[in-house]
Nanobody, 121 residues
Framework: QVQLVESGGGLVQAGGSLRLSCAAS????????MAWYRQAPGKQRELVAL???????NYTDSVKGRFTISRDNAKNTVYLQMNSLKPEDTAVYYC???????????????WGQGTLVTVSS
């Protein structure tokens, strides 16, 4: 199994910054894609940013130029640096990790518990 621990959410004024972290642990052989999703009240969950096992990261249009996703493979951790935050960024942010786990080299997708980001105007 794989466990994810998220941290870094909170309350911030518009224009401010926050950094989210998500650390994966467990019987991990290899982590492939790591991503951040968010879900605002009354809305569907949406992909915010994704970093694949190799290649360029992808961002939803509304956060391009403001958010940066990064990963530390040695720590099995993914980060989301959020700058120039806007009230419309208010949501619960979820980490998503796709990995190969042992035993059996099985594919496993795991979600974090979510961390609330509130941006005040």
């Amino acid at each position: 199994q794989v466990q994810l621990v998220e941290s870094g959410g909170g309350l911030v004024q518009a224009g401010g910054s926050l950094r989210l972290s998500c650390a994966a642990s467990g019987s991990i052989f290899r982590i492939n894609a790591m991503a951040w999703y968010r879900q605002a009240p009354g809305k569907q969950r949406e992909l915010v940013a994704l970093t694949p096992g190799g290649g360029s990261s992808n961002y939803t249009d509304s956060v391009k130029g403001r958010f940066t996703i990064s990963r530390d493979n040695a720590k099995n951790t993914v980060y989301l640096q959020m700058n120039s935050l806007k009230p419309e960024d208010t949501a619960v942010y979820y980490c998503n990790v796709n990995s190969i786990v042992l035993p059996g080299y099985r594919y496993l997708e795991v979600w974090g518990q979510g961390t609330l980001v509130t941006v005040s105007s």
